[in-house]
């Protein structure tokens, strides 16, 4: 739903969400995405169009400590449960984790139960460079249980699965190069381009999520690197490629010259591409 909603955000074009409500009728929607800057595409999209994930309303109740983190270093305990901060009443674990998430490098007086007894104690969130707050805690099993309700698995026999799995290489590569496209008519901000720094971030946090999260992760930088090698740009196989259809057509080889020109204008966009890439990382790594 998000890569969908995100393909026609950027095309600024209104879409047709069909629905089922609470009572179990279908439904479609309209959403008017028409509105929706290049800065919008940059920052909280889905806050921007009014959409926000399912939160499950289950307790505060701490599923795992982190070692070496703040919440160990303040003696939150597995099992704990969390019934308010800074005298405010915590319902839930998304009321526990915003709470967080807004007080970096605050001290937080926390209300909590530990088997039938009532303590407090006092935690400071670690600020992270992206300007939240964060303890070093996992949440309960039950919030696991609750999402695993929503999740629907479907498989694919060896046949089948093939055939998805080109349709999805097709579709990731076609939206690959509209984006890029629109970066260069300046739809879409440069900030979107990432290096081999914010590559190495988000191959560690799809590690943490598990083995086909990272393989998924894998699977579309192998897409995007072979987009970008197929590119009509002189040093990258798609380069070489408008040189041999030239060939065709003319009946002759390029000429030396043409050829050290188009060598000289592709590295130039190489290096154009390379020092964007590590400016949006070294700015995201000190900004967010």
Not at 9 to 27: L, M
């Amino acid at each position: 739903m998000r890569y969908q909603l995100l393909r026609q955000a950027v095309r600024h074009d209104a879409t047709a969400v069909d629905i089922e409500t609470r009572q179990g009728i279908h439904a479609t929607r309209r959403l008017d995405l028409s509105g929706i800057t290049r800065d919008d595409l940059d920052k909280d999209l889905f806050g921007k169009i009014g959409l926000r994930p399912f939160r499950p309303p289950v307790p505060a109740k701490i599923g795992r400590v982190l070692e070496q983190s703040a919440a160990e270093r303040a003696g939150l305990a597995r099992g704990d449960v969390i019934v308010a901060m800074d005298g405010r009443p915590i319902a839930t674990w998304f009321d526990f984790t915003s709470a967080v998430i807004a007080s970096p490098g605050r001290p937080i007086t926390m209300d909590l139960e530990r088997s039938g007894q009532r303590l407090r104690l006092t935690a400071t969130p670690e600020a992270r460079r992206n300007g939240t707050g964060q303890l070093g805690v996992e949440g309960p099993a039950e919030l696991k249980t609750e999402f695993d309700k929503l999740s629907v698995t479907v498989r694919y026999g060896p046949i089948d699965a093939v055939g998805q799995a080109t349709r999805k290489v097709w579709d990731l590569s076609l939206f690959s190069v509209k984006m890029l496209g629109r970066m260069v008519m300046g739809d879409v901000s440069w900030k979107n381009l990432s290096g081999p720094i914010t590559i190495a971030d988000y191959a560690g946090q799809s590690a943490q999520a598990g083995w086909i999260a990272s393989l998924g992760f894998l699977a579309l930088v192998s897409v995007s690197l072979g987009v970008l090698n197929l590119l009509p740009i002189p040093l990258l196989d798609g380069g070489h490629l408008v040189y041999y259809l030239a060939e065709i057509l003319k009946g002759t080889p390029v000429s030396e010259r043409t050829m050290e020109i188009g060598q000289r204008l592709g590295l130039a966009l190489l290096l154009g591409l390379t020092f964007f890439a590590f400016y949006n990382d070294i700015n995201r790594l000190f900004t967010g």
